[in-house]
């Protein structure tokens, strides 16, 4: 989630944001300031495709808690998502675990409700490179009676930072019933305030292009993607810090 993630083909694995809430959970530990943020993601012509969330991040002595909350579809089916989060730093990695309660709505079928628990972490290699992973849904919780179950989803992927100004990453995501899909993206600081974005994917092929707007206490972004499979989409979000940083 977030529009700086998408803005980047989606590479978020070894990215440490308020939005690791979401991506990896791993990467929350690297949060010093009281953050909250929202995002809305737009399917043009697909309004009951369109998707919200709102997180938010609190420093501790020790480590850093999120909390999130996400929503997508109309009133005929749609996905609704609340989670907590844990992350904490431990030498070079910061390891992380999230409880996701998601709930399923479908017109004249009910409700149906289940929790996941997720995993993740990035460690730190060196002040150029990270690498990160995660693991989604790692306890496969039953959706219904004919045994269908949300999907395990694996991911790893790794950070090369060169410069202040520039940000490249890459990762592999692997749902674990098909194919595997290929992540790349690119950040860089045309101004010390504004940042550009592109990324690709591969299995389904997408292209992504952003942009990033960063004051001392505000941050908004906006992505947007094309897909010949998916379609297009836009994305904005805002965030914002409400403390100082944390000793």
């Not at 998408?6 to 694995?13: D, R, W």
């Not at 959970?25 to 369109?50: D, Q, S």
């Not at 309660?101 to 409700?113: D, M, R, S, T």
Request: neutral net charge.
């Amino acid at each position: 989630m977030g529009a700086r993630a998408q803005g980047l083909g989606f590479a978020s694995a070894s990215l440490a944001d308020e939005w690791s809430v979401f991506n990896n959970i791993g990467g929350l530990a690297k949060i010093n300031h009281i953050t909250t943020a929202f995002t809305y993601e737009a399917r043009p012509g697909i309004a009951a495709f369109n998707t919200m969330a709102a997180v938010a991040a609190l420093p501790l002595p020790y480590g850093v808690t999120g909390i999130g909350i996400f929503r997508f579809g109309d009133d005929l089916y749609n996905e609704q998502l609340a989670t907590v989060g844990f992350s904490n730093t431990f030498g070079l990695a910061s390891l992380g675990i999230r409880v996701n309660y998601i709930q399923y709505h479908a017109e004249g079928f009910g409700n149906k409700g289940v929790f996941s628990l997720c995993f993740g972490g990035i460690a730190t290699l060196s002040e150029m490179f990270s690498i990160g992973a995660c693991i989604t849904n790692l306890n496969q919780p039953s959706l219904a009676e004919d045994d269908e179950r949300l999907p395990t989803i694996l991911t790893a992927g790794i950070a090369f930072t060169p410069s202040d100004k520039l940000l490249v990453t890459a990762e592999i995501e692997k749902d674990l019933e098909y194919t595997p899909t290929w992540k790349a993206g690119l950040e860089y600081a045309l101004y010390k305030k504004f940042w550009f974005r592109t990324g690709f994917n591969l299995e389904p092929n997408a292209a992504f292009i952003g942009l990033g707007f960063k004051p001392e206490k505000f941050r908004i972004d906006y992505a947007f993607m094309q897909s010949f499979e998916q379609g297009s989409r836009h994305q904005a979000t805002v965030a914002y810090r409400l403390k100082g940083k944390r000793s």
